[in-house]
C-alpha cells in the first residue's frame, strides 16, 4: 500500500511586529463581536428590502397605469365606434323621415285613406269701402 | 505547457472574431442601416388611412331633403382567418340573401380579402357583426339617397360609386358637395388593433357643403304628374315643364318625361336621365311670335289695336305660308291676331319689321345664346346669323320655325316679358351651407333689360287676349280667378335620327297674374298624339299654375285691361262662310 502524500504543516506565523492585533481576555470578545456585526447589516438589509418593494411598487404602478391607459384607449375606440354608430342611424332615421314625407308617398296615402283633389278655388271680391256703422 | 495555452489562446481570438463580428453588425445595422430599419419597422406598425369626406345632402328651398348620404356597412372577410368556411357561409347566406354555395366559395379563395355584400343597411350589419365569425368583418361606405325617389331626378343627378358627382346638379357642385377627405395615422398591433400609446395622428375630413335649391318640392311633384298624365295620355315621346319667379330667375319646378330614379340609375337609359328641359333644343312655333310682337311694338312697327287684313295664305320667296285653317281676309287687330295666333298677320308685321330688326330682338331676348343656368350641358339654343338667312326664313323665323330653342329659353322669353322686360338669369341654387350651418346666400343673378317696361305691359295685354278672348287659342290655360297671360306653340319637330322634320312639338308658356306676374310656366311635349298645344299643353300648364299659386299663397293681383278690340267677324268675306266658321272650330297655335 502506498503511503498517502504527507501533507506540509505550516507552522504558525509569528505575530509580524506593529500588528494591530492584539488578545483580548477571555472567549467572549470572539461572540460578543457578532451581534455588533448584525446590528450594522440590518439598516442596509432595510434599506434594500425598502428600494425593492419601491421598485416593484414603481414597476407594478407602471403596469398598472399603462394597463389602465390601455383600457382608457379601448374604451374610447369603443365610444367612437359608438358615436359613428348613432350618427349612422340618425342619417338613417333622417332618410326615412324624408322618404316618409316625400309628396308622392303622401299622395298615395292620402289616396289610400279616401282624400280627393280639392276643387277649384273662388275668390269673392270684397266692396271697396266696408259699410258704415251707422 | 503550451497546449493548453494555445488552446485558450485559440478560444479567445475565435470569441474576439465572434464578438467582433458582432459588434461590426451592430454598428452596421445600428449606424449605416438605421433609417432603413426604422422604416421597415414603421411600416409594419403604422397604418394609414384615408377618412372619406360626408358629402353635403341636397335641399329643397323649405328644407326638404332630396339628397343624402348615409354611412352603410359592407361586409367582406380574410379567407385565411375564417376556420370554418362552410358553417360561416350557412351563418350569413340566409343574412345576405345570398346563395351559400357563392359564398362558401368566397371563403375559400386564396385570398385575403373578399367582398361578401357591399352597403347593406345597419340593422342587417348589426345582425352580421353579432354573428362573431372570426375573419368576417365589416366597414362603413358612405352611399348616396334620394329619399323621394324620382322627383326632381333630372335636376339632382346622381352619383357614381366613389361618391362623385355623374349627372345634375350633383355634377356641377361637384366641388362644394364633395368636401376634403383626411387621414388619420396610426400605430398597429400584429392583430390589427390600435397600440394604445403608440402614434396616433388625424387630419378630420371637411365635410362638403350642403346645397339648398330653388326648387319647391310640392311645385316640382305638381308639375310632374301633370306632364306624366299629359305624355301618357297624348302618348308623346317626351316633355318638359319649368316653373320659373320671373322677378329673381329662380326655378321653381323642373319636371322631365320620361324620368328615372337616381338611387337606382344604373338600370334607366340615357334617354330618360336627360334634362330635357335644359339640354333639348326644339323649334319652338307660335310662342316665339311673342319676340315678334314685342320687336314690332317696341319699333312703333304696329300698335296691338292696329287693323291688319290677314289672308289665310302669304307668298314669301318661293314658298306659300298659310294659317292653321283656311279662312277668308278677315281684318285683325294685332292682338286679336296674336291670340288667334294667326301665322299670316304675324308675317305681315315680321315683314313690316325687317329682318334685321327681329334678328336683333332674338338675340336679345336669348335665342342662340345659353341662359348661364347653373346646370351642365345646357344647349345654346339655334339662331342663325341674319347674312345667312334664306329669302324664305322670313316666313318662317316670325313664326318660331328655323331657330331652336330650350323649353328653359323659352320660358325665360315669357318670364322676361312678364318682369316688366328685364331678363333675369335662371338659377337652381338659392344657398349653400357649412358643416357648421352657416348660410351662404347665392350670388344675386344678372340681369339685363330687353324691351322697355311700357312694350312689357302692352304685350302682357295682349298675350292676356290668348286666354280670355273669344278666339283666343289658349282658353284650356284659363284658371278660374285669375288673369292668365300666355302663348300656345305648335311647330314641325326635328326628329333626332334623321334630322328631318317628323312629328310636332306642342306648348304653352305664360305667367300670372297677369296683373301683377309672380310665375311662369312653360310647357313644352314632344311628339303628342294631337298636334296643338291649345289642346295638350294648355291644361297642363294650367294644373301646374293653378297648384302652384294656390301652393304659394299668390292673389288674383290687379285686374288687366285685355289690349285691342276683337272684331265682330271678318269684314271681307273670301267667298267662304266665314266668321261663325272660324269661331266654332278648335284654335289652332
Known amino acids: ?134 | 505547457m503550451g497546449k493548453p495555452r494555445l488552446r485558450l489562446a485559440s478560444l479567445f481570438v475565435l470569441l474576439a472574431l465572434g464578438l467582433a463580428a458582432i459588434a461590426g453588425r451592430l454598428v452596421w445595422v445600428q449606424g449605416f442601416e438605421s433609417t432603413r430599419y426604422v422604416e421597415i419597422a414603421t411600416q409594419q406598425r403604422e397604418r394609414r388611412f384615408t377618412l372619406p369626406p360626408q358629402r353635403g345632402s341636397i335641399y329643397d328651398r323649405d328644407g326638404a331633403e332630396l339628397a343624402i348620404s348615409m354611412d352603410v356597412q359592407t361586409v367582406f372577410a380574410n379567407p385565411h382567418f375564417v376556420p370554418d368556411a362552410a358553417a360561416a357561409a350557412n351563418l350569413l347566406a340566409p343574412l345576405l340573401q345570398a346563395d351559400p354555395a357563392e359564398l362558401l366559395e368566397k371563403l375559400e379563395r386564396e385570398s385575403g380579402f373578399v367582398y361578401l355584400a357591399r352597403k347593406i343597411d345597419s340593422q342587417l350589419a348589426e345582425k352580421v357583426r353579432a354573428l362573431g365569425i372570426p375573419g368576417v368583418s365589416l366597414v362603413a361606405e358612405s352611399k348616396r339617397f334620394y329619399p323621394a325617389g324620382n322627383l326632381a331626378a333630372h335636376l339632382l343627378g346622381f352619383v357614381g360609386l366613389d361618391n362623385n358627382g355623374l349627372g345634375g346638379i350633383e355634377a356641377h357642385y361637384e366641388e362644394r358637395l364633395r368636401g376634403e377627405p383626411g387621414e388619420v395615422l396610426m400605430e398597429r398591433d400584429p392583430a390589427g388593433r390600435p397600440i394604445p400609446a403608440g402614434t396616433w395622428r388625424l387630419k378630420p375630413p371637411t365635410a362638403g357643403d350642403h346645397l339648398v335649391l330653388t326648387i319647391d318640392r310640392e311645385i316640382q311633384f305638381a308639375a310632374e304628374k301633370a306632364l306624366e298624365r299629359t305624355v301618357t295620355g297624348f302618348d308623346a315621346v317626351g316633355g318638359s315643364i319649368v316653373v320659373l319667379r320671373p322677378s329673381t330667375g329662380e326655378v321653381l319646378a323642373m319636371a322631365n318625361m320620361p324620368t328615372f330614379d337616381p338611387n337606382e340609375f344604373g338600370a334607366s337609359t340615357d334617354e330618360a336621365r336627360r334634362n330635357r328641359a335644359v339640354t333639348d333644343m326644339y323649334e319652338p312655333g307660335s310662342t316665339s311670335k311673342v319676340v315678334t310682337a314685342a320687336a314690332a311694338i317696341e319699333s312703333n312697327v304696329i300698335g296691338p289695336a292696329d287693323v291688319l287684313s290677314v289672308p289665310d295664305r302669304l307668298q314669301i320667296g318661293s314658298k306659300v305660308f298659310t294659317d292653321y285653317r283656311p279662312h277668308p281676309v278677315m281684318d285683325l287687330t294685332f292682338a286679336d291676331v296674336i291670340a288667334q295666333s294667326s301665322n299670316v298677320g304675324t308675317l305681315k308685321v315680321a315683314q313690316l319689321l325687317g329682318k334685321e330688326k327681329l334678328h336683333e330682338y332674338l338675340g336679345k331676348f336669348g335665342y342662340g345664346r345659353r341662359t348661364g343656368i347653373d346646370f351642365p350641358g345646357e344647349a345654346p339654343g339655334m339662331l342663325p346669323d341674319v347674312d345667312a338667312w334664306w329669302t324664305t326664313s322670313m316666313g318662317t323665323i316670325p313664326i318660331g320655325q328655323g331657330v331652336a330653342v330650350t323649353p328653359l329659353q323659352m320660358t325665360s322669353v315669357l318670364a322676361t316679358v312678364a318682369n316688366r322686360g328685364v331678363a333675369v338669369t335662371p338659377r337652381i341654387v338659392l344657398a349653400t351651407r357649412d358643416a357648421r350651418g352657416n348660410r351662404s346666400p347665392a350670388a344675386a343673378p344678372e340681369d339685363h333689360r330687353v324691351i322697355d317696361e311700357r312694350t312689357s305691359r302692352r304685350l302682357t295685354e295682349i298675350l292676356l287676349g290668348v286666354t280670355e278672348k273669344k278666339n283666343g287659342t289658349g282658353k284650356l290655360a284659363r284658371v278660374p280667378g285669375y288673369q292668365i297671360a300666355g302663348k300656345t306653340g305648335s311647330a314641325d319637330r326635328v326628329d333626332p335620327g334623321s334630322g328631318g322634320y317628323q312629328g310636332y312639338v306642342t306648348s304653352f308658356i305664360g305667367f300670372a297674374p297677369a296683373g301683377d306676374p309672380q310665375l311662369a310656366v312653360g310647357v313644352v311635349i314632344d311628339n303628342p298624339s294631337v298636334h296643338v298645344g291649345s289642346v295638350t299643353a294648355a291644361p297642363a300648364f294650367k294644373e301646374v299654375m293653378q297648384f302652384a299659386l294656390r301652393h304659394l299663397g299668390i292673389g288674383p293681383g290687379p285686374v288687366l285691361p285685355t289690349e285691342g278690340t276683337p272684331l265682330p267677324g271678318p269684314v271681307r268675306s273670301g267667298g267662304e262662310s266665314g266668321s261663325s266658321e272660324i269661331s266654332a272650330l278648335p284654335a289652332g297655335d
Open chain 1, 1 to 134: 500500500m502506498a503511503s498517502a502524500p504527507r501533507r506540509r504543516v505550516r507552522s504558525p506565523a509569528p505575530a509580524r511586529k506593529g500588528s494591530h492585533l492584539r488578545v483580548i481576555a477571555g472567549g467572549r470578545a470572539r461572540s460578543s463581536t457578532k451581534p455588533a456585526s448584525r446590528l450594522s447589516s440590518r439598516p442596509a438589509l432595510r434599506f434594500g428590502a425598502a428600494a425593492a418593494i419601491v421598485l416593484a411598487a414603481f414597476v407594478f404602478g407602471l403596469v398598472l397605469l399603462h394597463v389602465l391607459l390601455a383600457q382608457s384607449a379601448f374604451r374610447l375606440q369603443s365610444l367612437q365606434d359608438e358615436v359613428r354608430l348613432q350618427e349612422a342611424r340618425f342619417r338613417e332615421m333622417r332618410y326615412r323621415v324624408a322618404s316618409s314625407e316625400a309628396p308622392a308617398r303622401i299622395a298615395e296615402a292620402a289616396e289610400d285613406i279616401g282624400l280627393v283633389v280639392p276643387g277649384e278655388q273662388r275668390y269673392l271680391l270684397a266692396p271697396e269701402e266696408p259699410p258704415g256703422e251707422e
